[in-house]
């Protein structure tokens, strides 16, 4: 049949239509039933109609309404009710998670700090040759010699290679005795210098090579640091304990002058002489050091939230927060999901720290989530945390909707009252209706007789609840039967003048419907991957795809009932001069971008070209990888739709599939 004349069969039937229907109004919708009965049909397409509670209506019928909630954490009467707090101060700053010290020590550190000859002074100066230096000798002598000589040695470290936020624990001067000259026991002592000196004009009477010393053989603290008791000749590294000393370097208590290291009482003692390396020693590993051990500021504080409700079953979608973070310090966040509280082992392990500030989150549906603040700085300076927001969407708990007052003329009684619904398992749908104008509401259920109720205007109510709040009920329909009086139900002849005028109408949209252009078809996986497109609103554009895609993202979350919808389900919205239609599947959605007045079957078609879809590809696109590689045919049967599936059916099915 050609065109023209399918357009002119359709006409004529829509006119006899005119012409026979009965007067009706949008909603309820009024259709003969018998001879002097009448079903009115409410659909909830139109909500104007309605009064609504915590319930979604459209074109699908209604259900309970699918909520984006949050817990926010911004008081310090909120962070109060932590189940556990370490080091965290709530009270000098209310509203702010603080570290309350913020001088805990870190953990031990240690380090050899070994000197090359370029930066380390060291000398030994003798009695016996009062004006020589020995700067570049290879040994440190320490000792009493013959006829009333003796030696000494001078070392000064150069600025110690730690963190400038250290605390010294302990420090040790380590020598390595490797020249014997006599066996004889020898206590050996270290001493603060007390005067500057050089290593190459230091002798026994001179400081630097002009200036005296103030006493001859060195200016010394006579009181020991410490001392090393019965060296005889066993070579190896000795050590002295000079933390308090090398302290006080480090504090600018006391400057750094240097270490004087000499027999205890050696102007009296006995003859014996000891040799040290020094750092002139051709054996690099033999140079005098400081063994340092220190730590540095390392403060954490940790808050442990008191788990967080949902009010019901629920899907986590992110956790947000604020924080100001110092230089160096830090702020990190994790969290762990359940369904029982107090926590068991059946929650989840802690999630890795979230790297980002309003991280989207993955985790199966759960009652609870609960999160751990970890805060640190390596100074004096906490950071600061504002709030904590955890997001979250559901089902609400229960709603109802309520019918504008329906009182038809020439009523004689009241029928049937029927409601066709789906009631998944943890769910359920009552009805109640009322006489006197929602004053009292009596209960009523599906196929409930009605002929007891008062003949007036009635109400009805339909109300909704789960105990799955991921899962809702839906009613598709609500019809009530009723009598009218005999020959109330005639049909008053149309005029032909508006008759013809509806049919005119008629062929004026049907050829509208053809100039519909659809320019893009998305084909979007569950989790926001981009699986295939088509035309110029694909992602060749990316520019206009990434705003495309963003508001498909938007209105996919504010309009579909949550993530375990059936499928098969359709919205719409307007993008400038563009309508994109998007039909929900089991774990696709596809996304048609045109321009005009859509085809009237384009819906169907849509939804039945998805189901197909999922039907061919659904092994592959399921648990999608990634690769387009692994997607086969799905760009031809996109270009196929695209093309003309939208406007012509295939002959064998959904899909267009491809040798």
Request: net charge negative.
């Amino acid at each position: 049949m050609g065109r023209r004349w399918s357009l002119a069969l359709v006409g004529a039937i829509l006119l006899v239509a005119v012409v026979l229907a009965p007067i009706v109004r949008a909603d309820p919708a009024i259709s003969r039933a018998a001879a002097d009965e009448v079903l009115a049909e409410w659909r909830f397409s139109n909500p104007a109609n309605y009064t609504a509670s915590d319930v979604d209506l459209g074109p699908a019928g209604a259900s309970l309404t699918w909520l984006s909630l949050s817990h926010r954490e911004t008081t310090r009467s909120d962070f109060s009710l932590a189940s556990s707090l370490a080091n965290i101060d709530l009270v000098r700053t209310p509203g702010r998670v603080l570290l309350a010290d913020t001088s805990q020590a870190g953990p031990v550190q240690n380090i050899t700090f070994q000197p090359d000859p370029a930066s380390m002074a060291d000398n030994f100066l003798y009695a016996g040759s009062s004006n020589q230096n020995y700067g570049n000798a290879a040994q440190l002598f320490v000792g009493n010699w013959s006829n009333g000589t003796w030696t000494r040695s001078f070392l000064q470290f150069p600025a110690l290679p730690l963190p400038v936020n250290a605390t010294i624990v302990s420090a040790q001067l380590e020598l390595y005795y490797n020249f014997v000259i006599d066996a004889t026991p020898m206590d050996i002592s270290v001493h603060a210098v007390t005067s500057n000196w050089t290593e190459f004009g230091s002798t026994w009477n001179s400081a630097d090579g002009i200036a005296p010393w103030n006493a001859a053989g060195g200016d010394f603290d006579p009181t020991a640091v410490a001392t090393v008791a019965g060296i005889t000749n066993g070579t190896g590294w000795y050590g002295w304990n000079v933390t308090s000393l090398v302290v006080g370097w480090w504090t600018s208590a006391v400057p750094n002058d240097g270490l004087m290291v000499r027999q205890v009482s050696d102007t009296s003692a006995v003859m014996g002489q000891k040799g040290f390396s020094s750092s002139e020693d051709p054996n690099a590993t033999r140079w005098p050091r400081l063994q340092l051990a220190y730590t540095t500021p390392s403060s954490h504080g940790r808050l442990l939230s008191a788990p967080i409700a949902a009010g019901g079953l629920a899907q986590w979608t992110g956790l947000w927060w604020n924080a100001t973070v110092p230089s160096g310090a830090n702020v990190t966040l994790r969290f762990r999901t359940g369904d029982s509280v107090p926590v068991d082992a059946a929650w989840s392990p802690w999630s890795a720290p979230l790297p980002i500030f309003g991280m989207p989150i993955a985790v199966p549906p759960t009652h609870y989530l609960q999160y751990l603040l970890d805060l640190f700085t390596p100074s004096a300076t906490s950071p600061s945390v504002q709030d904590v927001t955890a997001t979250f969407t559901r089902y609400a708990l229960t709603g109802s909707v309520e019918t504008e007052e329906f009182d038809p003329d020439s009523l004689l009684s009241w029928g049937l009252l029927t409601i066709n619904s789906t009631a998944p398992a943890g769910t359920s749908v009552s009805a109640a209706y009322s006489s006197d104008n929602g004053t009292s509401w009596l209960p009523a259920s599906s196929d409930h007789d009605l002929s007891a109720a008062l003949v007036h205007g009635i109400r009805l109510q339909i109300s909704f609840a789960t105990n799955d709040t991921l899962v809702s009920p839906r009613v598709e329909s609500v019809t009530l039967r009723y009598r009218i009086a005999s020959g109330a139900l005639g049909n008053p002849a149309v005029s032909w003048g508006i008759a013809f005028f509806a049919f005119l109408t008629l062929l004026v949209l049907l050829r509208l419907r053809w100039h519909f252009a659809a320019t893009g078809l998305l084909l979007i996986h569950a989790d926001g991957r981009v699986v295939g497109n088509a035309g110029a609103d694909g992602p060749r554009d990316e520019v206009a795809t990434s705003a495309m895609l963003t508001l498909v993202h938007q209105f996919v979350r504010d309009s579909f009932q949550g993530p375990q919808g059936t499928g098969g389900e359709l919205k719409s919205f307007q993008v400038d001069d563009k309508e994109v239609t998007i039909a929900k599947g089991a774990f696709l959605y596809l996304a048609l971008v045109g321009k005009g007045t859509k085809p009237r079957a384009l819906a169907s078609r849509l939804v039945k070209f998805l189901s197909g879809l999922e039907g061919a590809y659904g092994p592959r696109l399921e648990k999608w990888d990634g690769l387009r590689s692994s997607t086969g045919d799905l760009e031809a049967d996109l270009s196929w739709f695209l093309r003309k599936g939208y406007h012509a059916i295939a002959r064998r099915g959904a899909v267009r599939y491809h040798a």
